[in-house]
């Protein structure tokens, strides 16, 4: 989803209170809140058709996913709102944000993918519980994926239909077809 210019300077906290109130969502970066744009149907129907396909293998887990509508804070205080993140840490206490997920996927579109590569992936990598971070592209098929080693050391690498990997998410146990993740998607 697009950023748009920055609001105003605030804290994390009176951030998330005028997220209550706003009819728009805003991402909160470094004291200053950027409105959220829409998406393209692929990247609504990509977020919801994973949404879908990992709920259960997230309820067997324990764990809670989460698609666009909820904060995630970085250690450093900022808050994205990823396309869909699962946590195993947190209990469902009706907070408007979560610290620690398993995994991230962000959906990328033209004009958020240099954030998504560049302060996204470097914010994410600085959340412990972090195991993957998952860039989906929605203009061809094409999954990539952060892996947090037991090292703490990050690996890289891409699915793509000609390897015939599936996309196997930490925490959960449901490995995903490049086939499911792009069902009705049409290039």
Same mark, same amino acid.
């Given at each position: $989803?697009?950023?748009?210019?920055? /609001?105003?300077?605030?804290?994390?906290?009176?951030?998330?209170?005028?997220?209550?109130?706003?009819?728009?969502?805003?991402?909160? %970066?470094?004291?200053?809140?950027?409105? $959220?744009?829409?998406?393209?149907?692929?990247?609504?129907?990509?977020?919801?058709?994973?949404?879908?396909? %990992?709920?259960?293998?997230?309820?067997?887990?324990? @764990?809670?996913?989460?698609?666009?509508? $909820? %904060?995630?804070?970085?250690?450093?205080?900022?808050?994205?709102?990823?396309? =869909?993140?699962?946590? @195993?840490?947190?209990?469902?206490?009706?907070?408007?944000?979560?610290?620690?997920? @398993?995994?991230?996927?962000?959906?990328?579109?033209?004009?958020?993918?240099?954030?998504?590569?560049?302060?996204?992936?470097?914010?994410?990598?600085?959340?412990?519980?972090?195991?993957?971070?998952?860039?989906?592209?929605?203009?061809?098929?094409? /999954?990539? %994926?952060?892996?947090? =080693?037991?090292?703490?050391?990050?690996?890289?690498?891409? =699915?793509?239909?000609?390897?015939?990997?599936?996309?196997?998410?930490? @925490?959960?146990?449901?490995?995903?077809?490049?086939?499911?993740?792009?069902?009705?998607?049409?290039?």
């Amino acid at each position: $989803m697009p950023r748009a210019n920055p /609001v105003q300077q605030t804290t994390f906290e009176q951030y998330l209170e005028s997220e209550k109130r706003s009819e728009i969502r805003h991402e909160f %970066v470094d004291g200053y809140t950027f409105a $959220m744009a829409g998406g393209s149907d692929h990247h609504n129907r990509i977020a919801g058709r994973l949404y879908r396909l %990992v709920f259960d293998a997230a309820e067997e887990a324990g @764990c809670d996913l989460f698609i666009n509508d $909820m %904060v995630l804070k970085t250690p450093s205080d900022k808050g994205y709102y990823p396309d =869909l993140f699962l946590t @195993c840490q947190e209990n469902s206490d009706g907070s408007r944000f979560k610290r620690f997920p @398993c995994w991230v996927v962000e959906v990328l579109s033209e004009s958020t993918e240099s954030i998504d590569r560049g302060e996204k992936l470097h914010s994410y990598k600085t959340i412990p519980t972090l195991k993957a971070y998952v860039l989906i592209s929605q203009n061809q098929r094409l /999954v990539e %994926v952060y892996s947090r =080693l037991d090292d703490s050391s990050w690996r890289y690498e891409t =699915l793509e239909p000609a390897d015939g990997k599936p996309l196997k998410l930490p @925490c959960i146990n449901r490995p995903l077809s490049l086939d499911e993740i792009y069902k009705g998607i049409e290039f």
